[in-house]
């Protein structure tokens, strides 16, 4: 018998994507293999311009690869009920307050988990310091105040999967650093399994269990980075000096 933990929860398989250029077609990705087991909080780093951002599309179900495949529990992504996606983009809807924007998911529910979710819904909202501007339109708020009400957006759909598109970029230093330990707590919490696109090699170390490195373009696996539980400082600084070392060495001259 099969553990359950032991089948992959999302696994990439020859993974590739071009898109039409001037002349030719542009190779985003190419040979993309992985596979993220349950419950498993995975950061995926690269050069800018390595497909990152395509990848967690294609595992989104939002597009299509050009050869390989994806499965997300064993199934192929289409529109996925298993999967909460937070883009670069807030993506807000401007006619909705804050409040209604958050309450996009549970909108769909029954009843009883609509009530459920609404009272989860008022305790992020003080969490992530956004109490106060529950009724607010999108425009008034700051780009770090959206970011973080897309995030509670994001975190209420109560999806087992969340691929998530670096979801603090917008954020001050102290207001990112909150809402990493926040988002690491809900994640171990509910027992999610996420993949993270981030830049950060402090986030990555702070929030995951593996890192994967991804080179080009296009985009290709180069290296799974192990994150111990508990890391101690000197484990820590040996793990963020090896990984800033091949990032060093995966970025094209002149990116």
Not at 141 to 169: H, K, N, Y
Not at 242 to 250: E, G, K, N, S
């Amino acid at each position: 018998m099969v553990h359950p933990l032991s089948v992959p929860c999302i696994e990439v398989t020859g993974l590739a994507k071009s898109y039409p250029g001037a002349a030719d077609s542009i190779p985003v990705l190419k040979d993309v293999a992985f596979r993220i087991l349950p419950g498993e909080f995975v950061s995926l780093l690269g050069p800018s311009g390595g497909g990152k951002s395509t990848l967690l599309n294609l595992i989104a179900g939002l597009e299509l690869p050009d050869e390989g495949k994806v499965q997300v529990e064993g199934e192929r992504p289409g529109r996925d009920p298993r999967i909460a996606y937070m883009q670069q983009k807030d993506l807000l809807l401007p006619w909705r307050t804050v409040w209604d924007n958050i309450l996009l998911g549970p909108e769909l529910r029954s009843a009883a988990e609509r009530d459920r979710m609404t009272a989860a819904a008022r305790r992020l909202l003080a969490e992530f310091g956004l109490e106060a501007f529950a009724r607010a339109w999108p425009a008034e708020l700051s780009g770090g105040m959206r970011q973080r009400a897309a995030l509670i957006r994001t975190l209420l759909c109560e999806r087992p999967v969340l691929l998530l598109d670096e979801p603090f970029g917008a954020l001050d230093a102290i207001t990112r650093g909150r809402l990493q330990l926040h988002l690491a707590k809900v994640c171990r919490d509910l027992k999610k399994t996420v993949l993270l696109v981030t830049h950060d090699v402090d986030e990555a170390l702070l929030l995951s269990t593996r890192i994967v490195l991804l080179g080009g373009p296009p985009g290709r696996v180069e290296e799974e980075v192990p994150v111990p539980p508990a890391l101690d400082e000197a484990e820590r600084l040996r793990l963020r000096a090896h990984v800033l070392r091949r990032l060093d060495a995966l970025t094209p001259e002149g990116a």
